[in-house]
């Protein structure tokens, strides 16, 4: 079958690679026919995130049919068109009892934090994912989710991860009605954020980014106030003018660190070298937030992005709240957002790309190119 492969920091193609086969009773083999690539695969493009491997297929963000059923799969069969979340849970140990999908301790051991991840590095179970015309879904009778008749496809793969995330974020945020809320990145998941934010009863929805068609997106689509941060002084400063002096209620981190190749990055020996601009959002965020106010942040960082104003974090009583999503959890009612007409999250898809031309796809959303903010690759046609 064709595959995305993983050759190094910013060195992806699509190759032939074995077919996934049932390894496990619990597992399904699914077809792929919608896999998306994230902000987060940038991570693992640009060398980020550690223990990412040569030859891994990254994607976690993917629907498809169900190929076929390890043995002791109940509530799945072969045929059924699943949209399957991007975290890999087991359905059964303590964090997933308590809904917390994302930091599912069986499907990661090795793991002290985050749970199994499709195509996210070894750091998150080292599990191939669905850039891929076939992929082997682990604890298949847990997260994958069949896709309801009248649901658009293209609105059911962003369910698997950017929808729930965003959401996720507004409501780490505790947002209470007539909040002030500013989003930092104007990217797939800040977008939701920002739309997830009146959901919660914000009064007023500010959105943050440096690319300029994606703040014209922002403005209508979720809506918000949008600013280029690039014309913006000191944001602290700014946003005490935007609210009487207090600072935002509520600050959603929705870029964290190296989502724009300003972060940490891979040099010559393999070295990581720390460069201007790291973790900036969360600066920001902790700097521009009310006192007693929520940061919220779901932006992912890895090693270098350990350097925050953790002084400010005290002294200001802020909370801050952050997590991997737990998609599983939220899908109910975001289904339900999606069939009454309240979340229409396709609006945002931008490319459609065979796999076979996966790299122009990776280059083109990493560096903003040709309108993009969200590209969905079809491994099946
Ligand atoms: P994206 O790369 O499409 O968007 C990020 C946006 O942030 C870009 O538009 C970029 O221009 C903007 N940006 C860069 N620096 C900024 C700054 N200092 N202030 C404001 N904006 C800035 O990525 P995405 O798909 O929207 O994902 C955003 C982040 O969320 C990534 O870090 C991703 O890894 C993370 N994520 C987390 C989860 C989770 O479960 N916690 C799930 C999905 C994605
Ligand atoms: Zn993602």
Redesign the pocket.
């Known amino acids: 079958m064709l595959a995305m492969n993983y050759r190094g920091p910013y060195r992806v193609r699509a190759d032939e690679k074995p077919m996934p086969t049932i390894l496990h009773p619990e597992d399904a083999i699914v077809r792929v026919t919608r896999s998306c690539i994230?902000?987060?695969d940038?991570?693992l493009y640009h060398g980020m995130v550690p223990d990412t491997r040569v030859g891994m297929t990254f994607g976690h963000e993917f629907c498809g049919i169900v190929e076929q059923v390890g043995p002791a799969i109940e509530h799945l069969k072969v045929g059924d068109h699943v949209l399957v979340p991007?975290n890999i849970a087991c359905g059964r140990c303590h964090f997933c009892q308590q809904g917390l999908f994302?930091n599912c301790h069986e499907s990661n051991a090795q793991a002290t934090a985050v749970g199994g991840i499709f195509g996210y590095s070894h750091t998150a179970g080292g599990y191939d994912g669905g850039q891929a015309q076939y992929v082997r879904v682990p604890y298949a009778d847990v997260g994958p989710t069949v896709i309801p008749d009248w649901m658009d496809p293209d609105d059911a793969v962003l369910l698997t991860?950017?929808v729930p995330?965003g959401y996720?974020a507004a409501e780490m945020g505790g947002i209470t009605p007539g909040d002030t809320v500013a989003v930092?990145?104007?990217?797939?998941?800040?977008?939701m954020a920002a739309k997830a934010a009146w959901l919660f009863g914000a009064g007023r929805v500010i959105v943050?980014?440096?690319?300029d068609y994606?703040l014209e997106f922002a403005r209508k689509f979720c809506p918000a106030e949008v600013y280029n941060?690039r014309e913006i002084d000191d944001m602290a400063v700014f946003m005490k003018k935007q609210t009487d002096g207090l600072g935002a209620d509520v600050c959603i981190d929705?870029?964290?660190?190296d989502?724009?190749g300003?972060g940490a990055q891979w040099v010559l020996g393999k070295r990581l070298k720390l460069v201007a601009?790291n973790a900036?959002?969360l600066h920001?965020a902790i700097n521009s937030v009310k006192k007693g106010g929520i940061v919220s942040i779901?932006?992912?960082y890895g090693p270098t992005g350990n350097i925050v104003p953790m002084g400010n974090v005290v002294n200001k009583g802020i909370t801050i709240r952050a997590?991997?999503?737990s998609v599983k959890r939220l899908l109910p009612k975001l289904i339900e957002h999606v069939r009454t007409g309240v979340l229409k999250p396709s609006e945002m898809i931008t490319h459609r790309v065979p796999l076979e031309d996966v790299a122009d796809a990776y280059h083109i959303?990493w560096n903003?190119l040709d309108g993009c903010?969200k590209p969905v690759l079809l491994p099946n046609g």
């Not at 930092?184 to 977008?191: C, H, M, T």
């Not at 929705?254 to 660190?257: C, D, F, L, R, W």
């Open positions: 994230c902000g987060s940038l991570h991007f994302g991860d950017v995330t996720q930092f990145g104007a990217g797939p998941v800040g977008l943050f980014d440096e690319v994606r941060f929705a870029v964290g660190g989502a724009n300003n601009g900036i959002p920001w779901v932006g992912v997590n991997q999503a959303f903003k903010i």
